[in-house]
């Protein structure tokens, strides 16, 4: 069964982090995730949306140097 929720390694997989350094945007929600029964968990189409987002804030900051 295929799923669009990650899980930590999953999504450190997916970015190419390390996991600790999902672990810590997760915790600090700087990356969309939530919580089940204490394990984190990410939806896809979330990290996907959040990575469009980080390129645009990248391509403004590029703009304005």
Excluded: H
């Excluded at 069964?1 to 899980?7: C, N, P, S, V």
């Excluded at 190419?16 to 919580?35: D, H, M, S, V």
């Amino acid at each position: 069964m295929k799923t669009d929720i990650l899980t930590v390694k999953e999504l450190s997989e997916y970015l190419k982090l390390n996991e600790k350094t999902a672990y810590r945007l997760a915790a600090k929600g700087e990356i969309p995730g939530f919580k089940v029964g204490g394990s984190w968990r990410f939806n896809k189409a979330d990290i996907d949306n959040w990575i469009q987002q980080q390129k645009a804030v990248s391509n403004k900051v590029r703009e304005k140097s």
